[in-house]
């Protein structure tokens, strides 16, 4: 089995319609699939540039506990983006940044960390994607820009092999803690410290 390297992004669950428009707006503008029609729970709907499943048909989540899509975002240019892009035809835009996917995302509208925040948890599709998440910086501005825009607590880079993760943004500002460092000695901790969102 190859790496699954991701950013997890966590947030109140009222802020995933507006977290999910912020992602559109980072989606390749020549993205050539059609629509996803998507109905959240409480009811928000929501057009957006991605598949689920690799499917188009409309998707329901209103009595859904997750919600997987297929995503394709746009990143800048780094070293490591420009070494996993040019052997795969990933051409720059005329703005400097190239569209990556599939980024797969599952949402959980009860994360598993504190069933009163909802999860946004972006994979790499291959071990190639996972290197190029480890390495690069522009990669890392992405998720946690997307992080700070839709109101969320805390963004992590999880190497999802059981090893610590790193916290990239926590309560409105950057960071690079290690769960299990002094500050986190384990995931508990790092819950702790965000607040207890208001239903």
């Given at each position: ?116 925040y909802a999860s946004m948890e972006f994979w790499a599709a291959t071990s190639a994607m ?5 390495r690069s910086a522009r990669v890392r501005e992405v998720f946690i820009g997307l992080t ?52």
């Open positions: 089995m190859g790496l699954i390297y991701g950013y997890d992004i966590y947030l109140r669950p009222r802020n995933v319609a507006g977290a999910l428009a912020n992602l559109a707006e980072l989606a390749p503008p020549t993205r050539g699939v059609p629509p996803l029609e998507l109905t959240l729970p409480g009811g928000d709907r929501l057009v957006l540039p991605f598949t689920s499943h690799f499917k188009s048909e409309p998707v329901d989540c209103s009595t859904s506990s997750t919600l997987e899509l297929d995503t394709s975002i746009m990143f800048g240019v780094d070293d490591a983006v420009r070494e996993y892009g040019e052997p795969r035809g990933h051409e720059a835009e005329e703005d400097g940044r190239v569209g990556i996917g599939y980024v797969y995302l599952t949402i959980r509208f009860e994360s598993l960390l504190h069933p009163r996972s290197r190029m998440f480890a700070a825009a839709s109101g969320g607590v805390c963004c992590l880079f999880d190497t999802g092999d059981g090893g610590p993760e790193q916290v990239c943004w926590l309560n409105g500002e950057t960071t690079q803690e290690m769960v299990s460092g002094p500050r986190f000695p384990d995931l508990r901790a790092l819950v702790a410290t965000w607040s207890d969102p208001v239903q």
